[in-house]
């Protein structure tokens, strides 16, 4: 049974449509890669699966039981936080408040589920740090780490591999797919397509034409050849940093 | 050595030295707390600007002779607050140049206000006292003391009962968001907070001076620490240090007690830059 179906979605800005005719449905358990250009919509989408933003027309369904504060969120790195002085294990207790109601302090089971939480991300040793001193890859984990503490099913990652360096983005796509095979559903917006081919299990394009299949559709698919060979001739063919399987 | 330490005996056995210590101690805590979010999330100019305003409505509040300015003082900065605030968030307004002419046009108006209309023979002593503090720290009354104790337990258990929450706001509002977290409602929170520490600092060190109590702890403490909890309990205590310091100094030198505490907080950066920097070697 599907966790997320999207009918027929319309989403934008102020009243003027970015994309529209938006359907597909996500399964437990699956991979899904949300690709297309800059400014086509797929961050206006995040936000909407995330109930920040109600679509213009058309309907967000959790199904399947999912609560929406089951669902974990990578948000882009900002300004703010490059700088910020706060622990690690700061940071990832704070992924905890959600479950927390109107509690003031965090109670043992808080500080419990965070430690086992930096543990899955191999970060305990590093609790203590200050998040400002960490890696770029190291950094991306703590965020895991602290999606992990609220997601128990789905997690929505938004770029997380913007601005790393290929080792670090191999790294956390593995890491990704770890996640995935423990049963926790992934949604991703990413603009590494080669890396979306190899990982996803669904892809979808959102842009001139919407595109919704699987990962090997896509590749058969009109769009996803168009976009494909657009990439490679950018790139080349070592351009992608999530390319070694 | 025993000299000035009689001296400073005689001066606290009167009350308003005592009452001004008290006051600044627990304006130097609340600003230093609210202070570490304030410079984190980028906020510390609405603090300035907010100060400004609080010059305007001070002015105002002599002109209508009011006998306690802070009923007038008090909800005018806090509405300013929230509203620089939304704008500042709104991307068609710019926040910036927003937040700078409300500043600016409060420092005119007021100063127009009490020029023109003023019933008090030396007028520019009374808008220097409004915006540097000078002495008015001294003529505190019990009233004022009262009310500052009651303004600053508000805002400390305030912070306490939701520092968590100010902290994943301040850390990365685009996620606590999406957990369901109100940000809107906790800026809100931060913005009548900061109006409250504006309001109560201005009899301290004055209108213009009072977002250095803000940032300098604030600053002093990300040299020395990298936790948020860390950083936020060492700004506090540089800022109680730096008030507590700069008012006896004043007191002694009998220099203006504002612009003492702001050379004390400023010093003590300067001590916590080299201290920061030795360490990171």
Not at chain 1, 70 to 94: K, N, W
Not at chain 2, 49 to 55: E, P
Request: net charge positive; proline share 3%; hydrophobic share 50%.
């Amino acid at each position: 049974m599907a966790q997320i179906v999207c009918e027929d979605l319309v989403l934008g800005y102020e009243g003027r449509p970015v994309v529209s005719g938006l359907s597909f449905e996500v399964k437990a358990g699956d991979y899904l890669c949300i690709v297309g250009e800059n400014g086509s919509g797929k961050s206006t989408l995040i936000k909407a699966i995330l109930g920040l933003q109600p679509p213009m027309s058309g309907r967000i369904l959790l199904q399947d039981g999912l609560q929406p504060s089951e669902i974990g969120y990578l948000p882009q790195q900002t300004d703010i936080q490059r700088d910020f002085p706060a622990q690690v294990r700061e940071i990832v207790q704070s992924g905890c408040l959600a479950r927390m109601k109107h509690r003031v302090f965090f109670g043992r089971a808080e500080k419990k589920l965070a430690r086992d939480c930096m543990e899955r991300m191999g970060i305990l040793d590093m609790e203590k740090r200050c998040y400002r001193d960490l890696s770029g890859g190291q950094q991306q984990r703590v965020l895991l780490a602290r999606a992990l503490c609220s997601a128990q099913k789905v997690l929505l990652l938004d770029e997380p591999v913007s601005g790393l360096d290929p080792n670090a983005t191999l790294e956390l796509y593995q890491l990704i797919r770890k996640l995935n095979r423990e049963g926790i559903t992934i949604l991703m917006v990413t603009h590494d397509i080669m890396a979306a081919t190899v990982y996803a299990s669904h892809i979808l394009h959102i842009g001139d034409s919407v595109f919704f299949g699987t990962a090997e559709e896509y590749g058969r698919s009109r769009t996803g050849r168009g976009f494909l060979s657009a990439e490679e001739g950018i790139l080349g063919s070592g351009g992608s940093g999530g390319g070694g399987l | 050595m025993s000299g000035w330490l009689s001296r400073l005996a005689v001066y606290f056995s009167y009350p308003f030295v005592r009452y001004a210590l008290i006051v600044s101690v627990l304006v130097g805590l609340c600003a230093a707390l609210l202070g570490v979010t304030l410079v984190l999330k980028r906020f510390s100019y609405i603090g300035d600007g907010l100060s400004h305003v609080a010059f305007g409505a001070m002015a105002a509040a002599s002109l209508l002779h009011l006998a306690d300015a802070t009923v007038l003082i008090l909800p005018v900065t806090v509405l300013c607050a929230v509203l620089l605030l939304k704008t500042g968030q709104s991307a068609r307004v710019r926040g910036d140049a927003v937040i700078a002419m409300v500043s600016v046009g409060a420092l005119a108006l007021g100063y127009l206000l009490m020029n023109v209309f003023s019933v008090s023979s030396n007028v520019s002593g009374d808008v220097c006292s409004t915006l540097f503090g000078s002495a008015s720290i001294l003529t505190l009354t019990p009233r004022d003391v009262a009310v500052s104790v009651v303004l600053s337990a508000v805002v400390l258990a305030l912070f306490l009962l939701f520092y968590h929450r100010i902290f994943a706001v301040t850390f990365d509002e685009a996620y606590a968001r999406a957990t369901g977290l109100p940000a809107e409602r906790y800026h809100l929170l931060i913005a009548v907070i900061i109006a409250v520490i504006i309001v109560m600092g201005m009899q301290l060190v004055g209108s213009l001076l009072i977002s250095a109590l803000v940032i300098f702890p604030a600053i002093s403490a990300m040299r020395l620490f990298s936790g948020f909890r860390a950083v936020t309990v060492c700004s506090g205590v540089l800022s109680v240090i730096g008030s507590v310091t700069g008012l006896v100094l004043s007191v002694l030198a009998a220099t203006p007690i504002g612009a003492t505490i702001v050379a004390v907080d400023i010093l003590i950066l300067l001590i916590c830059s080299v201290i920061g920097a030795v360490r990171r070697r």
